[in-house]
């Protein structure tokens, strides 16, 4: 079983910036694609970005340009620095796991407002 606990979330202004982080407990997280994908009120859990075990990376079309995912194997940790934050980023975000198996994280708000 993979714990993983995601931090950094919290309340921001539009234009601001926010690093989520997510800590893996497995002695094998390079092994891991890790992912982050998010919840808004009323809509559908959605990929917001993925980066693969070989450092391959894919980004929700929404995100593009302001999102950046990676990685930290050394210490079993994703992030996700986000910048020139809107409105319609505010969402509960989530840090999943693959590898054999799918492990999710609990997720962590963020809310975009002024």
């Known amino acids: 079983q993979v714990q993983l606990v995601e931090s950094g979330g919290g309340l921001v202004q539009p234009g601001g910036s926010l690093r989520l982080s997510c800590v893996a407990s497995t002695k094998i997280f390079s092994m891991y694609t890790m992912g982050w994908y998010r919840q808004a009120p009323g809509k559908q859990r959605e990929l917001v970005a993925v980066?693969?075990?070989?450092?391959?990376?894919n980004y929700a079309d929404s995100v593009k340009g302001r999102f950046t995912i990676s990685r930290d194997n050394a210490k079993n940790t994703v992030y996700l620095q986000m910048n020139s934050l809107k409105s319609e980023d505010t969402a509960v975000y989530y840090c999943k796991a693959a590898h054999l198996r799918v492990y999710w994280g609990q997720g962590t708000q963020v809310t975009v407002s002024s």
């Open positions: 980066l693969s075990s070989a450092g391959s990376t």
